[in-house]
């Protein structure tokens, strides 16, 4: 999920053929003049990101703070056991 996110994220090149393709299946699709539909896709397109941008540090960010805190914790208690 991290993966996916970054990718639609981050400015690529073939966003030039994505969102001409999409927002001319979005004004036919829903009736709308080409440049609303290509907006619109733009904007699908960045919460599509972000979406999966929470997906995977909700699945995945719990485990790594948990583990990141018995490091913490493990590495405090061997400072005060010298």
């Known amino acids: 999920m991290l993966g996916a996110s970054i990718y639609i994220l981050l400015p690529t090149a073939d966003e030039i053929l994505i969102h001409p393709t999409l927002g001319l299946f979005l004004s036919y699709g829903l009736n709308l003049p080409y440049l609303e539909g290509v907006l619109i896709s733009v904007i699908l397109y960045r919460a599509l990101g972000c979406a999966c941008m929470a997906v995977a540090l909700i699945t995945g ?6 583990k ?15």
């Open 68 to 82: 990141l805190k018995e490091s913490l914790i493990k590495k405090k208690f061997n400072l005060f056991s010298r």
């Open 61 to 66: 960010g719990k485990p790594a703070y948990f």
